[in-house]
């Protein structure tokens, strides 16, 4: 059997309450403000669509993204650091723009800090555009920092 084919691929499948262990170890190895415990668990019980990639049976990754009225707004992406550059990051957004597609969303939207740089090249490279500015939207170690708003249709 060729490497290739051992190799095994991301999985995806929603987040359960069990993976919150896994997802805030990731969630603070990747970002310097971390969502709380407490933000996860808001976003499972009002039932935004909350999904894991799984690799190698471990959670990788992971996407959360509320879904209204026509409009899907990306909440959080994020891959392990051990994992970025590998295509998971856009397999996660790929597959959270299919299931805002099932939910009739026609739009996606979402925020990002200007400094991010892989996130922005990630967005762009996904067909997502600048459409306005949140001032002093991000915490920050200096005083607060402003989001891009970026979005994109989701017609075909
Ligand atoms: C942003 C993030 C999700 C990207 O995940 P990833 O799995 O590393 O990204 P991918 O391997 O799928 O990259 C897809 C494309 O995005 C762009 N990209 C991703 N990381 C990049 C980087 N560090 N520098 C430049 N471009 C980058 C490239 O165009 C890349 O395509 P290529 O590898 O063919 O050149 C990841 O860096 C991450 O989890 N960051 C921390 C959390 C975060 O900031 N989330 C976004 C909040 S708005």
Known sequence: ???VLKRSLPAFRPMNLRDLGA???IERAAYRFPWSEAIFRDCLRVGYCCWVLEHEA???GYGI???AVGE???LNICVHPAYHRQGFGRALLTRLLEIAREHRADTA???VRPTNDAAVALYRHMGF???GVRRAYYPGHRGK???LILARSLAV
Request: no cysteine; glycine share 0%; charged share 15%.
């Open 1 to 3: 059997m060729s490497a």
């Open 23 to 25: 997802v805030l170890a």
């Open 58 to 60: 471990a959670v990788a």
């Open 65 to 67: 993204m509320q879904v």
């Open 72 to 74: 899907s707004h990306i």
């Open 109 to 111: 939207l979402l925020e």
């Open 129 to 131: 555009h600048e459409v």
């Open 145 to 147: 920092e402003d989001a």
